[in-house]
């Protein structure tokens, strides 16, 4: 992961933007527009005074490269997105995320797939646990009642009712999961996550839109959740993969 990401990441955790990061921090704004898009290099001090800046704390530890993870994404950016979900799940649960992204594909109401099924269709080697859809909407509360309209049915868990990185679970009447998610870690759910959202065309007929990789490693380094934090070395290497493009 390069300087650039950690300052954009630092900066949208925070939910700040450039000039309220530059006024925290004493650079000018176009200096971190710079360090964001990779034109220029923070040095050390100044990255560590930055996402100090962003009330977080910058670790550094030293790992082993791993170049097997580097090599599993090379081979998954040689597949299609729906290849590389098909190849991630068992039969039944690959067949349960097709069905929740073609629902998600024809809702009315934009929503953007995150999580682990997010990171698969993007390249990322990491398995997702399960094939359930998670997701955010522009309008919860449309998209939950488009859910009743087709007869998907609640699941009532304690994930429903948490105060930060809720899912609220329904079932699709011939399988399948949704999950939408609300208060995400590390983010402003939809409205944040719609300006760098990528566009993914699944086959002919279904086309969704995805999180972008920063933003899905911005989300699994705010989580909470173990098997989230766990996706962090994949999506690193996916990034480092992808950058040109």
């Known amino acids: 992961m390069e300087t650039a990401d950690v300052v954009r990441i630092a900066r949208q955790r925070a939910g700040l933007t450039q000039q309220q990061l530059a006024d925290r921090s004493g650079h000018p ?11 220029r290099e923070p040095s050390l001090t100044d990255l560590r005074a930055l996402v100090s800046a962003a009330d977080l704390d910058l670790v550094i530890n030293l790992a082993q490269r791993d170049e097997s993870l580097l090599e599993a994404v090379d081979d998954e950016l040689q597949l ?12 039944g649960e690959w067949k349960d995320a097709r069905r929740g992204l073609r629902w ?27 094939g359930r859809v ?6 919860p509360f449309a998209t939950e009642h488009q859910m009743r ?3 998907l049915v609640p699941i009532d868990s304690e994930e429903r009712w948490l105060d930060v990185d809720a899912r609220a679970l329904w079932t699709l009447p011939k399988g399948g999961t949704l999950a939408l998610a609300s208060n995400v870690p590390g983010t402003d759910d939809y409205r944040d996550l719609r300006r760098s959202a990528v566009p993914v065309q699944l086959d002919k007929t279904t086309a969704i839109t995805v ?10 380094d705010a989580s909470p959740r173990e098997p989230e934090r766990a996706r962090i070395p994949g999506l690193r290497a996916l990034l480092d993969r992808t950058r040109d493009e």
């Open 134 to 139: 998670e997701f955010v909407s522009a309008d």
């Open 104 to 130: 998600l594909s024809r809702a009315p109401t934009p929503t953007i797939v995150i999580g682990g099924i997010g990171g698969v269709l993007h390249g990322a080697p990491q398995r997702p646990h399960g």
């Open 80 to 91: 299609t997105p729906m290849q590389r979900l098909r190849r991630a799940l068992p039969d």
């Open 29 to 39: 704004r176009e200096t971190i527009a710079r360090w964001e898009t990779g034109a």
């Open 211 to 220: 999180a972008h990789p920063r933003d899905l490693l911005r989300m699994a």
């Open 149 to 151: 309209a087709e007869y």
